[in-house]
């Protein structure tokens, strides 16, 4: 039987992304395709480039999105700054350490772990500890916000820490990129990565990345060639760069460059810190809501992410059922644990243009409805007001 | 000053990809949103394998579309199936065998190269010669459709030639997809890319792979890890694989995908045998044109590619200034030459939707006008004429 366009069904996306796309993102995406070095693709990347640099709140020269999702972004920064025998300490709170642990290993780089538990942010104390241990490491790489478990941690310390012994940093921003404060030249990140589809609220697929002067230095004097020829920033800023002159390296997404611009316009017009302070007010309605409802929040309030809400299952509540029924009569979809957390918490993503009000009282309702339906044991009829509460307030100013 | 949205020229693009893009691809690709993990975003998944496998022409369980361009492609076929110290045979007759060469050493693989002058096709002799000389040989690799000159390589006979050997066959098929005949079992090859933005008139930014049972095996015999963690096939297949539960490896492009999806739904519907006539009929009414007109093909007839047109430029005309005025007077790009050909060839593109009697007359047309405003040594008026004399009949089949 012949098959037929696929036409998707409208959902609500508040998992840990992809998150709801903005319409205007969506009708970007489908503007007419113009070649990769068309004089006016080159503008757009141009301000492309510039308009990632807001975001990421830097002044690096090579600021750009890798033509791959979050992994192949993260796989960018690895591959670039590793060389065979080098010392890299991970450190590993969540799925996504672990992740940075196999980019270190499959470029012969030793990987030292420096591990916390999955949803406490990660502990300076150990992260120092191991630099002492291990002088000749020559980077570290963490995760800003962790997908996994919804869990911030303290950058700028950790970034400053590496420094002093003389490390270069790399880190995961797949999460934060536009939701929560980052500010990469401030706290002197030296590569950095993210995701298109988080707190963007573009389209999958894309991964922003950024690296300092110190980090080209790096990649300028490595004496092994970089082990992907579609990752080499070397050849990748024949495209990227900033001479007159484009040089073809592969064919850029186009389309999806469309779009990624469309959602850093759309930030750049509501303002960074705005947007900051949106994810920081919704996340505290739905968190009022979540835990007037007498759920469980994985991640201590202090080093909780206002984008990625995990909490727990509650006793004898089937995972996949509620899910499937929160899909099938709401449209909404919320995320399954990662790892260690599969089947016992749920990610629920405030994340771009999903986090908004209307999100916030949507799944709170919806939450309850389903779970009521189940006799899970919660506190019904208190969420909504609890939420209310929080949203009738003007949201705290963030930077 | 703040940036506004992007609006796009609308071109006309017959160059070597993008090509232009069905409007249904672009509308399937603004489709809502859905998480990478939802049970109808599966069934699309399964849906999209099997058109691929139409499109390929072979029952490969392992084909999906790789997340990335069509180097990403590339790469994922090197990255699996070699290990460090491999010896494996590269036929060059273009830029995308010099490619291949790159792939390979950066896997730790030794690159023994055979190579024909750009603009021939690859020669089974010299193949042959290879291998005999080089008994270790694990893998030949080879470009079925030359993007940079045009050429048309004899697949078939090269793909039997390595397995003589007892060799495993790569085979780059980025610009022939779609466009002409191109059957991976029927010629029992091992390993396969394309691209979406050629014959298939997809958005660029993805790259369809199938690999035979021989290569899966390959792989799963591997004594190394795979380099890429990102394109590793052994992470990548739990998500693609056939069984009921897909983990989630990286986040899919999910609209692109969409269009992927759309595109090869144009194409079942079309037929493949009928698209391969309508490009090998547009192909020999644009030659019949461009040949009336003075201009000479860099390919002999017999290897020739219909999807992309490589003529030499005419002594004394200005390469830059003739694509720049048929972009600026006609909305029109066609490709300038790479590597040892640029400055020396035009690459005219009739691929997928851009295959057409409109747009083989558009371009005749504004060629004709461009070079004569810049007195080039052209037939002038006999074009079009030339032109229509081949669509006045019907296509040739196509097998």
Known sequence: MAITSFIPPQRTLMGPGPSDVNPRILEAMSRPTIGHLDPQFIVMMEELKELLQYGFQTNNTLTMPVSAPGSAGMETCFVNLIEPGDTVIVCQNGVFGGRMKENVERCGGKAVMV???????????????????????????????????????????????????????????????????????????????????????????????????????????????????????????????????????????????????????????????????????????????????????VVGKADRLPQLNAVTIPEGVDDAAVRSKLLADYKLEIGAGLGVMAGKVWRIGLMGYASSRRNVLFCLNALEDVLSSMNAPIQRGVALAAAHKVLNHAPQECK
Request: aromatic share 6%; charged share 20%.
């Open 115 to 297: 591990e916390d538990a999955w949803g406490d942010a990660i502990d300076a104390n150990k992260l120092e500890a191991a630099l002492k241990a291990n002088p000749d490491t020559r980077i570290v790489a963490m995760v800003h916000a962790e997908t996994s478990t919804g869990a911030s941690s303290d950058v700028e310390t950790l970034v400053k820490l590496a420094h002093t012994h003389d490390c270069l940093t790399i880190v995961d921003a797949v999460t934060s990129l536009g939701g929560s404060p980052l500010k990469v030249d401030e706290w002197g990140i030296d590569a950095i990565y993210s995701g298109s589809q988080k707190c963007l609220s573009c389209t999958p697929g894309l991964s922003p990345v950024s690296f300092s002067e110190r980090a080209i230095e790096r990649i300028k004097a490595r004496t092994h060639r970089v082990q992907s020829w579609f990752l080499d920033l070397n050849l990748v800023m024949s495209y990227w760069g900033t001479g007159a002159k484009r040089a073809y390296h592969h064919t850029a997404p186009i389309n999806a460059l469309y779009a990624l611009h469309e959602s850093l316009v759309i930030l750049q017009e509501e303002g960074l810190e705005n947007s900051w302070s949106r994810h920081l007010h919704h996340h505290n309605a739905l968190r009022d809501g979540l835990e007037a409802m007498g759920l469980e929040f």
